[in-house]
């Protein structure tokens, strides 16, 4: 009896510690991807830039990620099409020599102004003619 209980406590507990550094990864990662969009937003804007999503992120990570999310570094890249913000770290470690890491990214389109084009064109127009009469103009 006393033999099982040895083998079976330590493996319970570590079973335990487990799900314990999974929740606390999924946490961090939550707080990866929260940050990450919230640099993104500030980023994409227009009139915005690759620093004012840095300085989100930083404050971001500052705010949610002392905790469960350890050594977090963000990279921010606003392009004239596109931008893009990356996060990384590690989560917490709860089970000794287990060191989970974490990673968020996100992506969208850089806004920008673009001229309407030249000319009185109706892009919503069929370029057939007329719809209601086959494209066949009037009888």
């Known amino acids: 009896m006393s033999a099982e209980?040895?083998?079976a406590i330590p493996a319970l507990l570590l079973l335990i510690l487990l799900i314990a550094?999974?929740?606390?990864?999924a946490h961090a990662t939550h707080i990866a991807q929260a940050a990450a969009s919230q640099a993104l937003s500030a980023a994409r804007v227009q009139g915005g830039s690759s620093a004012d999503g840095q300085a989100?992120?930083?404050d971001v990570l500052a705010q949610l990620g002392s905790g469960p999310l350890r050594n977090p570094r963000a990279t921010v890249n606003r392009g004239p099409q596109e931008s893009t913000v990356d996060i990384g770290g590690e989560a917490a470690s709860v089970v000794p020599?287990?060191?989970?890491?974490?990673k968020a990214r996100a992506v969208g389109p850089s806004e920008r102004f673009v001229p309407p084009a030249?000319?009185?064109a109706n892009p919503e127009a069929p370029a057939d003619g007329n719809p209601t009469t086959g494209g066949k103009g009037w009888h």
């Open 118 to 120: 030249l000319g009185f």
């Open 21 to 25: 550094q999974f929740a606390i990864w």
């Open 5 to 7: 209980l040895v083998l």
């Open 97 to 102: 020599f287990l060191h989970l890491p974490v």
């Open 56 to 58: 989100e992120a930083d």
